[in-house]
């Protein structure tokens, strides 16, 4: 079996939704990494043709790019000859699979090189109107004449105004609801922080969100996230985003206590502060077969090595990320104490929080992953090596971005500890579970 090599991979900063990347759509972020990764094969040497395909993840498809992995990788600059398609239907773990993806067709000897992309503009999902205001829509759009405009226009302004009858959805609030439980994401996050065999309090989950904005602040003053962050120009203002924006350097027990619940607003603990931020931003990754990859004298940042993924009931979606955690150490035959850096996506500070004392215990094993067969608690989490310079509840979630970020995340952190082996874990809406080993050797 080839090896796949991670020769190199970077990211935009993280904006939140409504803010530097606003006016940007997924496309254009995505092919503003092509450019800088084509920046750095000219400075390697490296012919652009030596790339075999693009593989990217996206998952708010732009209405006008279907495939906007192929449209940034052309705009961006790469030959129409390579190839190119988008990853979406993961959601959250999109950017893992795409990964995962763009590995097998390397094992399997069907290219050398591909180059993966994530992407994400959620500030610009759009609003939705009613199919009959649509239909008028299209109707007065098609009218030919004064007398077929106006008899359009008198038809559509008062069902247009008629917002109680004939509501516009917002599509992220739509994209974020699950259509099998009829649930948006925050409420499954409230079903795990609710479940009494959990113990998961308000305050624990306050606590680890203010972990992760002040583990995401040092980062910065110390410099960490140079290798992996690159500044983008925005051109629709005319200035450079060279940091992520959703930091909060005031974290504290004070400042969020005062941040009411949104999801159960009565009963809940599940508030915007601890939870993931809504945002913007594009990722690259260059992987390559070993062999390929030193022969051209190219940098090896680590290797891709095992992945697994898992189903779980929809309602308590955050809770998969352990039995696919389970199953990857399974087909590895490794333990959790064979890991010196995890990444787990926090999505929600309850989901991380349940996750973790899952894990940790026989009992509650049996008790959520009983009926899948998994019984045995499979250990702790040292708290340092989790998500060590913080997380999505700090930086951000741009959801086809997220895995990516993961990935380069804890390589780059195996190369500042000189260690060896790191697993990236996410959970996805709809029930699902992720979970990838990376190396460095």
Not at 262 to 280: E, K, L, M, W, Y
Request: contains cysteine; aromatic residues 6%.
């Amino acid at each position: 079996m080839r090896n796949v090599v991670v020769v190199d991979g970077f990211r935009t900063p993280l904006c939140k939704e409504g803010t530097d990347f606003r006016e940007t759509d997924a496309d254009v972020l995505g092919a503003w990494v092509v450019r800088e990764m084509i920046t750095r094969c000219h400075r390697w040497n490296l012919p652009l043709e030596t790339i075999d395909c693009v593989l990217g993840s996206n998952v708010a498809t732009p209405t006008h790019a279907v495939n906007p992995t192929r449209v940034a990788a052309v705009t961006g600059g790469l030959p129409a000859t390579i190839p190119a398609d988008t990853v979406a239907g993961k959601n959250c773990g999109s950017g893992v699979t795409a990964l995962y993806y763009a590995s097998l067709r390397i094992r399997s000897g069907d290219v050398d090189a591909v180059l993966v992309i994530g992407m994400e503009a959620m500030s610009r999902i759009p609003v939705v109107y009613h199919h009959t205001v649509a239909g008028l829509l299209l109707q007065y759009g098609k009218a030919r004449g004064f007398r077929e405009r106006a008899g359009g226009a008198l038809a559509l302004i008062p069902t247009l105004l008629n917002l109680k009858k004939y509501p516009p959805r917002v599509g992220l609030v739509m994209g974020l609801t699950d259509p099998m439980c009829d649930l948006i994401m925050g409420q499954t996050a409230e079903n795990i922080a609710k479940d009494p065999s959990l113990g998961i309090t308000r305050r624990d989950q306050d606590a680890f969100s203010i972990r992760s904005h002040r583990l995401a602040a040092q980062a910065w003053k110390d410099g960490l996230f140079g290798d992996e962050v690159v500044p983008m120009y925005v051109p629709e203002r005319s200035t450079y985003v060279e940091r992520d924006n959703g930091i909060r350097e005031d974290a504290g027990q004070e400042t969020f206590r005062e941040v009411k619940p949104v999801f159960d607003r009565h009963h809940g603990s599940v508030t915007p502060a601890n939870s993931s931020q809504i945002t913007d931003a594009a990722a690259a990754v260059l992987l390559m077969e070993e062999d390929k990859a030193k022969s051209l004298g190219l940098p090896i940042l680590g290797y891709v090595k095992d992945y697994a993924d898992f189903g779980y009931e929809p309602a308590c979606m955050g809770l998969a990320p352990v039995g696919a955690i389970a199953k990857v150490l399974a087909k590895t035959r490794l333990t959790l104490k064979d890991f010196t850096v995890w990444e787990i996506n926090e999505a929600f500070a309850s989901v991380v929080l349940g996750i973790n004392r899952i894990l940790d215990s026989s009992s509650l094993m049996e008790r959520k992953f009983g009926h899948y067969g998994l019984t045995e608690r499979l250990g702790e989490i040292p708290p340092d090596d989790l998500n060590p310079h913080g997380g999505a509840i700090a930086l951000g979630h741009p959801v086809g971005v997220s895995g990516l970020r993961l990935a380069m995340t804890s390589l780059f952190e195996l190369k500042r500890r000189n260690a060896e082996r790191a697993l990236i874990s996410a959970c996805v809406g709809g029930g699902q579970g992720v979970a990838m080993i990376l190396e460095r050797k």
